[in-house]
């Protein structure tokens, strides 16, 4: 690995299903990182959709500011050549975790598994979560309640299924809510939200992931 790629601390979203908040919460940080003054790169793994990279390129065509730096990107060799200095790489990955997904996360600072609270979400999260800890990525991984609804039993059932699961489990949960869709439609993402209730939700979000971040980078520093 080359000297830039250690100097970058590099979080990946990662899931084995489509549609569980993986690139929302991608550019949510994103855009929480650029207004931390984080030189910021968004890799997007997904090549079937570049869903990151379509929607920076409307965030562009609408002059949101900042500006971001979104980039299809095929392999971990292509990224450690982007030769940029950045100091915050963001991941984002296909829906069906593969070979490559399971090398990114191996070396990844933070990985990070967004999921529903359905068993149907949760079982698959969880098995995945084991597999990547099993390859290297132990201490490493977080759990996000992910595009969920507004039942507390739901949560409470889900809340308990992960701890028992043992992985760790981010405070911040990421509600199912029609604003944070028509948001990312338009290019904006996370604290952009127009609505000052959504902007909470949103900043807290990124509070806990930026947290996490903190707490790593702090334990990876030599004393
Ligand atoms: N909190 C949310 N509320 C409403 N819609 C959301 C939310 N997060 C994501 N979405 C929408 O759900 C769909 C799937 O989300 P996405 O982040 O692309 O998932 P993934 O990357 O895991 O496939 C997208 O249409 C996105 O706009
Ligand atoms: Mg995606």
Redesign the pocket.
């Known amino acids: 690995m080359g000297k830039a790629m250690d100097d970058r601390y590099l979080v990946s ?1 990662v ?1 084995q ?11 949510l940080l994103a855009v929480g990182a650029a207004h931390r003054g984080l030189r910021t790169l968004i890799a997007d793994f ?1 090549l079937e ?1 570049l ?1 990151s990279v379509e929607w920076n390129a409307a965030r562009l065509r609408h002059g949101i500011q900042p500006e971001l730096d979104a980039r299809p990107m095929k392999s971990l060799k292509k990224l450690r050549k982007a030769d940029d200095d950045f100091q915050l790489v963001i991941a ?1 990955t296909r ?1 069906l975790a593969d070979d490559l997904t399971r090398d990114i996360a191996q070396e990844s600072d933070l990985v990070v598994l ?1 999921t529903g609270t359905s068993q149907d979400d949760l079982r698959p999260t969880l098995a995945l979560a084991r597999k990547l800890a099993r390859h290297g990525a132990e201490g490493r991984i977080v759990i996000v309640l ?2 969920i609804g507004r039942s507390e039993r739901q949560l409470a059932t889900a809340t308990t299924a992960i701890e028992d699961s043992g992985f760790d489990l981010l405070p911040a949960h ?8 028509t948001d ?2 338009i290019g904006r993402a996370g604290r952009e939200a127009p609505s000052p209730h959504l902007k909470i939700i949103a900043e807290a979000m990124e509070t806990a992931l930026f947290e996490r971040i903190g707490r790593i980078g702090a334990r990876t520093t030599p004393p």
């Open positions: 979203f899931g299903k489509g549609g569980v908040g993986k690139s929302a919460l991608v550019r997904d959709q869903t984002d829906g967004p992910s595009k990421w509600p199912l809510r029609d604003g944070f869709q990312l439609d």
